[in-house]
């Protein structure tokens, strides 16, 4: 706090006691200026406001957890550039309440949030968290929870635009790992996630495409029978876009 500051502070506001109401309350609303401005000056640098919600990350209360990934969502979409700086710290935090051990609202804003992020920075600079990501994401796409099955699916087809050359055969053997889930779900019982899961088995379509390398099977033989099967008895739209796309 600087001398002018103190000044400010230290100086006693002569109020006289039977000013009028007007004069008393403009007195007050120039002292509440005053004051939010020093407090605005007080402020810390926003890479300790990561720090602080890194700490109630790991609080053993839920609540504080479940704020914690609000806040980094929140900041996301109000202040992206300055989440864009502090990347790496964020990316922890979330991938640290998506394995949220007791919560699945945690788990659930981590997702969410994730999704913002992600579209934020373009998938870029993910480093090993694609890896954390995407096991992670995988394994809830199975989950009781309707909200976050949803959100998983639309997470995993966002990561299938962002897996790139380096990640791609990652991501490829995911994908294939996943094919039973992405069948299941498109008759799931909650009709959003059911359209969730739809977008994304498209998204996912390009890492079910058949390698080269067994030119002297048939054309037949090297189509996926299961796959064909269940998609023209519930969904011949997408084993056509399938046929068109020579995924199949």
């Known amino acids: 706090m600087d001398q002018t500051q103190r000044r400010i502070l230290d100086q006693p506001l002569s109020i006289p006691t ?12 120039f002292f509440s200026k005053v004051s939010w401005k020093l407090k605005l000056q007080k402020q810390e640098p926003l890479k300790n406001v990561f720090f602080n919600l890194a700490e109630r990350a790991w609080d053993p209360r839920v609540k504080k957890r479940h704020m914690a990934m609000r806040s980094l969502g929140t900041m996301a979409c109000e202040t992206p550039d300055k989440v864009r700086k502090y990347k790496m710290i964020v990316l922890d935090l979330l991938v640290r309440g998506l394995y949220d051990p007791v919560s699945s609202e945690v788990i659930h804003e981590s997702l969410e949030t994730l999704t913002v992020i992600l579209g934020k920075i373009q998938g870029k600079g993910l480093g090993s968290f694609f890896v954390d990501i995407t096991l992670r994401t995988r394994t809830l796409l199975d989950d009781e929870n309707d909200s976050l099955r949803y959100s998983a699916f639309v997470l995993f087809g966002q990561l299938a635009a962002f897996a790139g050359q380096k990640w791609k055969r990652f991501f490829t053997r995911q994908v294939k790992q996943t094919q039973d889930s992405l069948l299941t779900h498109l008759q799931d019982r909650n009709p959003q996630v059911a359209k969730a899961c739809k977008t994304t088995f498209q998204a996912c379509s390009p890492y079910l495409r058949q390698r080269k390398d067994y030119s002297f099977q048939s054309e037949e033989d090297q189509r996926n029978p299961k796959l064909c099967r ?19």
Do not use: G, M
């Not at 039977?18 to 609303?29: F, G």
């Open 18 to 29: 039977a000013q009028p109401k007007k004069k008393r309350t403009s007195v007050i609303s």
């Open 230 to 248: 269940q998609l023209s008895h519930y969904h011949p739209e997408l084993l056509q876009f399938f046929y068109a796309n020579k995924i199949l």
